[in-house]
């Protein structure tokens, strides 16, 4: 497996990159050849048949050739049928998933990834696979289009609402990927970032034990500023008073709260708990209604955290 990328792509990761890399050099090198054929043609033809001197000799009437025509139809269409044959055996084997494969949820939204594990975890913005496991991605979204998309895999798939697509990949070897979404799904698109974490059958054993407990023995501020970038909180807010995609989030806490469409609400452990399980209820004034929920994904104690960490901001 190569590790280092080559001219044209990033390094391959999974068991079917390797493939897909030399059907992309075939299709590429092949057209290099006949880009040269072409325009070396025009070049001697030009030179050769230019107009010399003024004196016109009549063309001669050539009306076809068999040989000539009967080539240029066999080889093309043996490229072709080449080209097809061999991307369809790739586009199979890219389909199927494997029967052992493990099933992980996927979740898009605006802008963000969740991961969901037959054990029963959940991670945001990483996915965290062994090695050496076909790994089948059930997905969708909750909003918008958004598309899954891991270079080093050579794996893309579009993430749906209302449907579910799928896809797999094995990754032989330990090492870390970048995760991107390539369907344009607004404002925070290009933040849509993730990463796919390889490890050994051990040490995801290990993570899968400690993964539901992670941060909790933290003091429940502490923990909970751990929460705000591990759940992509801060993608929207930052906490030293800047405004991003939402309010910033220090200092708020105690104070009251201007609503869209009048009213006001104070900034209690109610409120913040209502905005984070059902951000709809009650939008702030001056800001679009684009925070997602987090019903399901966040548990109780860390939605307690959460707000232990709020409340800490000044
Ligand atoms: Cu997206």
């Known amino acids: 497996m190569d590790t280092t990328g080559s001219l044209f792509l990033p390094p391959g990761s999974s068991t079917i990159s390797s ?20 325009v070396f043609s025009i070049v001697l033809f030009s030179l050769r048949y230019r107009k010399r001197g003024v004196e016109e000799t009549p063309t001669p009437g050539i009306s076809h050739s068999t040989k000539l025509e009967i080539t240029w139809s066999i080889v093309p269409t043996i490229l072709v049928m080449i080209v097809f044959v061999w991307g369809f055996r790739i586009y199979m084997k890219m389909n199927v998933v494997p029967r052992d494969a493990m099933e992980i949820k996927v979740t898009g939204q605006k802008w963000f990834w969740t991961f969901d594990y037959p054990e029963g975890a959940n991670t945001l913005n990483e996915l965290v696979v062994p090695a050496g496991k076909p790994v089948k991605l059930l997905m969708s979204s909750r909003d918008v289009i958004h598309s899954f998309f891991v ?4 794996i893309k798939m579009d993430v749906l609402p209302n449907r579910y697509t799928v896809t797999w990949f094995e990754a032989p070897e330990i090492g870390e990927h970048n995760l991107f979404c390539t369907e344009f799904c607004g404002k925070g698109h290009s933040e849509m970032i993730g990463r796919v974490r390889v490890v ?4 995801y054993a290990e993570w899968l034990e400690t993964s539901g407990a992670g941060g909790e023995e933290l003091p429940p501020d502490q ?5 705000f970038v591990a759940k992509a909180c801060n993608t929207c807010h930052s906490v030293e008073g800047k405004r991003l995609v939402g309010p910033a989030l220090n200092g708020v806490f105690g104070k009251p709260v201007m609503l869209t469409g009048g009213g006001e609400a104070t900034v209690d452990e109610n409120y913040v708990r209502e905005s984070i399980l059902e951000p709809q209820a009650s939008i702030v004034a001056g800001y679009e209604p684009v925070m997602p929920t987090y019903q399901g994904i966040l548990k109780d104690r860390q939605i307690d955290a959460l707000i232990a960490y709020i409340k800490s901001l000044k």
């Open 223 to 227: 923990y909970g500023a751990a929460l």
């Open 19 to 38: 493939e897909f890399d030399a059907l992309f050099y075939f299709l590429v090198y092949a057209s290099i050849v006949f880009l040269g054929i072409v």
């Open 151 to 154: 270079p080093d895999f050579r």
């Open 200 to 203: 050994s059958e051990r040490e």
